[in-house]
């Protein structure tokens, strides 16, 4: 008897003790010791709901674990502005295109009888001491930023980082042992397979939408529309360039729901939802969500050091097609031609070159300027990586360093060159021996993307218009149309012919 009663003893004691190392081992690892840990680390020690044991069915399709997992993390975010940026906003011609698209406007009434201007978005929790991932679009000039969460609690947060360039921020509310949504990888990302979209959209509450991942790596020209990525390197762009890379999904996405959650069938975050395609302000077949694995390198920035740290690789290049191959006189109809490589960038020093054909990263296959801004934009100034590019019709291996913003300039021009370039909202290409035939010129170059809202596009010169002279040069490439531009600051002189074949000669300031 006395020696079960031992056992039994002894027994509890075990229990106690372990029971104490690990409450002791976890208020190791409360906030005030998460310092300095990644957003994948900080999920270790909050994570608690395992999306690991959830299974989509593959006869019935059953949603509900995965709904039931991520929609306590997903929140509604509520912003409210001053009159002055309401009053802005109003002044501005694109502003209702604008606010509509991301859903911050809504029915007008008369300025005295309205109430301070709101906003709302949604936000995925991705550690449970508050840290909260949405838009910057939804929180951006803010005066306040409310949180209510799924348990109608309204919390006050504070922005810890904003990047124009993703459209991403990092938020913060006080609080602790929130549900997280946990994160998944984008690169596993099929497109056919099963995505939950997550949000308050409209003035619903807490909404879960089903649909397939439709494409990916989709450019939609809505952070910086006056780059073309065609032409102009991503992974060296100007001032306050952007990655678009989005994940396209038909699941059903409305204003409200920019911020929130696009998950798997397995309950993990694939994207934050950004986007929709529409005319009308509200779902008409397509929503875009950002990679979760550009977010979480943005994410993991703000935590580590306050900002975005962005490498380069230093080229600028054309996407190829067959179109594209016929007028640059190359055989490969896939992957990215350079252009140019930056003097002392990365890919300089590793020795690529102009008329490169670049295949691969890593060894995964690049066809898309937005995949190559995608897995670039995961990465920090002193990473390595391997470019693999077509030359001479062998397949070459070139290991380069990438460089941080110094080295972040076009090599022929400069800034001011640079914004006039991009203010034209065009790329151009040579124009081959049979097009100068037909329109009986020696030189020429066409332009091969127009971006809406700029000059090309004011000026009605579309896809197709031949460009013959800048500022009274003849130009036969994009280093020639650089050149000319320089030629003069304050007014830009363009000649050519448009599509139909017609004569045009147009003058503009060049600011």
Same mark, same amino acid.
């Given at each position: 008897?006395?020696?079960?009663?031992?056992?039994?003893?002894?027994?509890?004691?075990?229990?106690?003790?372990?029971?104490?190392?690990?409450?002791?081992?976890?208020?190791?690892?409360?906030?005030?010791?998460?310092?300095?840990?990644?957003?994948?680390?900080?999920?270790?020690?909050?994570?608690?709901?395992?999306?690991?044991?959830?299974?989509?069915?593959?006869?019935?399709?059953?949603?509900?674990?995965?709904?039931?997992?991520?929609?306590?993390?997903?929140?509604?975010?509520?912003?409210?502005?001053?009159?002055?940026?309401?009053?802005?906003?109003?002044?501005?011609?694109?502003?209702?295109?604008?606010?509509?698209?991301?859903?911050?406007?809504?029915?007008?009434?008369?300025?005295?009888?309205?109430?301070?201007?709101?906003?709302?978005?949604?936000?995925?929790?991705?550690?449970?001491?508050?840290?909260?991932?949405?838009?910057?679009?939804?929180?951006?000039?803010?005066?306040?930023?409310?949180?209510?969460?799924?348990?109608?609690?309204?919390?006050?947060?504070?922005?810890?980082?904003?990047?124009?360039?993703?459209?991403?921020?990092?938020?913060?509310?006080?609080?602790?042992?929130?549900?997280?949504?946990?994160?998944?990888?984008?690169?596993?990302?099929?497109?056919?397979?099963?995505?939950?979209?997550?949000?308050?959209?409209?003035?619903?509450?807490?909404?879960?939408?089903?649909?397939?991942?439709?494409?990916?790596?989709?450019?939609?020209?809505?952070?910086?529309?006056?780059?073309?990525?065609?032409?102009?390197?991503?992974?060296?762009?100007?001032?306050?360039?952007?990655?678009?890379?989005?994940?396209?999904?038909?699941?059903?996405?409305?204003?409200?729901?920019?911020?929130?959650?696009?998950?798997?069938?397995?309950?993990?975050?694939?994207?934050?939802?950004?986007?929709?395609?529409?005319?009308?302000?509200?779902?008409?077949?397509?929503?875009?969500?950002?990679?979760?694995?550009?977010?979480?390198?943005?994410?993991?920035?703000?935590?580590?050091?306050?900002?975005?740290?962005?490498?380069?690789?230093?080229?600028?290049?054309?996407?190829?097609?067959?179109?594209?191959? /016929?007028?640059?006189?190359? =055989?490969?109809?896939? #992957?990215?031609? *350079? &252009?140019?490589?930056?003097?002392?960038? !990365? +890919?300089? @020093?590793?020795?690529?070159?102009?008329?490169?054909?670049?295949?691969?990263?890593?060894?995964?296959?690049?066809?898309?300027?937005?995949?190559?801004?995608?897995?670039?934009?995961?990465?920090?100034?002193?990473?390595?990586?391997?470019?693999?590019?077509?030359?001479?019709?062998?397949?070459?291996?070139?290991?380069?360093?990438?460089?941080?913003?110094?080295?972040?300039?076009?090599?022929?021009?400069?800034?001011?060159?640079?914004?006039?370039?991009?203010?034209?909202?065009?790329?151009?290409?040579?124009?081959?021996?049979?097009?100068?035939?037909?329109?009986?010129?020696?030189?020429?170059?066409?332009?091969?993307?127009?971006?809406?809202?700029?000059?090309?596009?004011?000026?009605?010169?579309? /896809?197709?218009?031949?460009? =013959?002279?800048?500022? #009274?040069?003849? *130009? &036969?490439?994009?280093?020639?149309?650089? !050149? +000319?531009? @320089?030629?003069?600051?304050?007014?830009?002189?363009?000649?050519?012919?448009?599509?139909?074949?017609?004569?045009?000669?147009?003058?503009?300031?060049?600011?």
């Amino acid at each position: 008897m006395n020696s079960n009663i031992k056992k039994v003893g002894f027994t509890l004691l075990t229990a106690f003790v372990g029971g104490a190392v690990a409450i002791g081992a976890y208020k190791l690892l409360e906030p005030s010791n998460l310092a300095g840990l990644s957003l994948a680390e900080r999920q270790k020690v909050y994570f608690t709901n395992n999306p690991s044991e959830i299974t989509a069915s593959t006869g019935a399709i059953d949603f509900t674990q995965a709904a039931a997992a991520v929609s306590p993390g997903v929140v509604h975010v509520r912003t409210t502005y001053s009159r002055s940026k309401e009053q802005s906003a109003a002044n501005d011609p694109f502003g209702d295109m604008f606010e509509d698209f991301f859903g911050r406007r809504g029915q007008r009434v008369p300025q005295q009888n309205r109430p301070a201007p709101m906003g709302k978005g949604s936000g995925v929790i991705v550690t449970g001491d508050g840290y909260i991932m949405t838009n910057n679009h939804v929180v951006e000039d803010a005066e306040k930023i409310e949180v209510i969460l799924s348990d109608k609690r309204v919390l006050e947060a504070k922005v810890i980082g904003r990047d124009k360039n993703t459209d991403l921020a990092l938020i913060k509310i006080n609080a602790k042992d929130l549900p997280i949504v946990k994160l998944g990888n984008s690169d596993d990302v099929k497109v056919g397979e099963w995505v939950l979209a997550v949000g308050y959209p409209l003035t619903l509450e807490s909404t879960v939408t089903a649909g397939i991942v439709s494409a990916k790596s989709r450019q939609i020209g809505i952070l910086a529309p006056e780059i073309d990525r065609n032409t102009y390197d991503p992974n060296n762009p100007p001032a306050n360039s952007s990655i678009e890379s989005f994940i396209q999904t038909d699941a059903v996405i409305n204003r409200g729901n920019s911020g929130g959650a696009l998950v798997n069938a397995s309950g993990e975050l694939i994207g934050i939802n950004s986007a929709i395609a529409s005319q009308t302000g509200t779902y008409e077949g397509y929503g875009f969500a950002i990679p979760v694995n550009l977010a979480r390198k943005v994410m993991d920035d703000f935590l580590k050091y306050g900002e975005v740290k962005r490498g380069y690789i230093g080229v600028t290049f054309q996407e190829l097609d067959a179109d594209r191959a /016929k007028e640059l006189n190359v =055989t490969e109809i896939d #992957g990215l031609y *350079v &252009n140019s490589t930056l003097d002392g960038g !990365a +890919a300089e @020093k590793a020795g690529i070159k102009k008329g490169d054909i670049i295949k691969r990263l890593n060894g995964q296959e690049i066809s898309s300027s937005a995949r190559l801004q995608e897995r670039v934009g995961t990465m920090r100034p002193g990473d390595k990586l391997t470019l693999s590019v077509l030359r001479d019709g062998k397949l070459r291996d070139f290991n380069l360093t990438l460089k941080g913003d110094e080295g972040n300039k076009l090599a022929n021009g400069g800034k001011e060159v640079t914004e006039v370039v991009n203010s034209l909202g065009a790329t151009f290409s040579p124009l081959t021996d049979d097009a100068k035939k037909k329109y009986g010129i020696n030189s020429g170059v066409v332009v091969t993307s127009v971006s809406p809202g700029k000059v090309f596009d004011m000026y009605d010169m579309p /896809k197709g218009t031949v460009i =013959t002279s800048v500022n #009274g040069k003849g *130009v &036969n490439n994009n280093d020639q149309v650089i !050149a +000319a531009l @320089k030629q003069d600051s304050k007014m830009i002189s363009l000649q050519g012919f448009v599509p139909d074949g017609s004569r045009f000669r147009v003058t503009f300031p060049a600011k």
